[in-house]
């Protein structure tokens, strides 16, 4: 809540909402001409029933209600808000022509956390509604302050428990490697074929386990990356960038038959983004490798950008075929071990993709264009 002073008056950024619900005529003109903009937001409702719909659709801050109104009266109106959970939190204050301590006590009991008195006093008027919307923000400020300490609270738990599970799994996978290589060392050649098949894919499960505890640390710490603050960018020459990337994962992937004819591209070799260049390229070396690795090279998959000025931004599009899909929420992919598409995402890559975009302040969506097609559009900021 913004708050400054000009001639005496509370202004409050953005205007607070106001439905007044009156069966009057002349009262419902003289409060909606009392609260005027850029202060306040006002509604009006003729009726409760319409008052109750009103409210219901619009949310407001304060709701305003007579209590002597035909067919719904205020006490019925502020029953029915009351026993929304949407709308039981709204504060309601009263507008009478009661004044027995009855209605009054009536009026506390049914809801309301204030009343005023028929003919009310336009100052007045003006000055409890200012101090009901004032203590209503300053409860909703604390509650959102409260829901972010408990987040990074939570945040930082899971951060020192997956460095946990991280270091103790990599000392795992460092025992279970160095085995590995002294039983070859001291068994070399004696193996039959079936053997040293056995041991190739206990390699690569372990390296695939080492790549998945990477990605989980990235993860879980990404609330601590995101409050030191945004990373160093920096302009980063796209086609490069990918092609490095490329490149490095047919080194990687030799046992894959003409991996070359996998990969198509179509970017200017002067198209420029600005980003954290270690991110850029890590991000497309999880999706690109998810992709070669989880369909043994046999994707196809085609990468063209194009810039928009009037956005100052950069559109990647990755279109993959060959990729048998479920045909349900492209956009689950991003969560971790989902399964949208058969055998792929079914890791932590595509969420830490994600998470890479979005931490250089773009965007990244998915889509199933077709039964064996997946599409990668990846928003960054131009250079």
Do not use: W
């Not at 001291?186 to 690569?204: P, T």
């Amino acid at each position: 809540m913004t708050e400054f002073f000009n001639n005496n008056e509370i202004y409050f950024n953005p205007p607070a909402k106001l439905i007044v619900v009156d069966d009057s005529h002349l009262n419902r003109n003289f409060i909606v001409s009392a609260f005027t903009a850029p202060n306040y937001e006002v509604i009006s409702a003729a009726d409760g029933k319409e008052g109750v719909d009103l409210v219901k659709k619009a949310r407001p801050e304060i709701v305003l209600l007579d209590i002597m109104m035909p067919g719904m009266d205020g006490f019925s109106v502020a029953q029915e808000l009351k026993k929304d959970p949407v709308t039981k939190d709204i504060p309601i204050i009263f507008i009478t022509a009661l004044d027995a301590l009855k209605d009054k006590l009536k009026a506390f009991e049914a809801g309301a956390v204030d009343f005023v008195t028929k003919p009310f006093n336009h100052k007045e008027l003006i000055a409890r509604v200012r101090t009901h919307v004032e203590l209503a923000r300053l409860g909703t400020q604390k509650q959102e302050m409260l829901k972010i300490m408990l987040e990074e609270k939570r945040n930082s738990a899971i951060a020192r428990i997956a460095a946990g599970i991280s270091h103790n799994f990599n000392n795992m996978l460092g025992v279970s490697f160095g085995n590995i290589m002294l039983i070859e060392s001291m068994e070399k050649g004696k193996f039959e074929q079936i053997a040293e098949d056995a041991l190739h894919d206990v390699k690569k499960s372990l390296e695939r386990m080492q790549q998945m505890v990477k990605q989980f640390l990235v993860l879980a710490n990404r609330s601590s990356e995101l409050k030191g603050g945004p990373p160093a960018s920096e302009k980063l020459n796209l086609r490069e960038a990918i092609e490095d990337v490329f490149n490095n994962i047919k080194i990687q992937k030799q046992n894959i038959h003409d991996i070359d004819k996998c990969c198509s591209m179509q970017i200017d070799k002067t198209l420029e983004i600005f980003s954290d260049p270690s991110h850029v390229r890590e991000l497309f070396n999880l999706i690109l490798n998810e992709i070669v690795e989880s369909t043994g090279g046999k994707a196809q998959f085609h990468i063209s950008a194009a810039t928009f000025p009037n956005r100052g931004e950069t559109d990647c599009i990755i279109a993959i075929k060959g990729i048998p899909n479920v045909k349900k929420n492209a956009e689950a992919i991003f969560e971790p071990f989902a399964l949208p598409i058969a055998n792929v995402g079914s890791g932590l890559a595509f969420s830490v993709a994600k998470h890479l975009v979005e931490l250089n302040g773009g965007k990244v969506k998915a889509d199933f264009p077709g039964d064996d097609e997946l599409t990668f559009t990846l928003t960054f900021t131009s250079a």
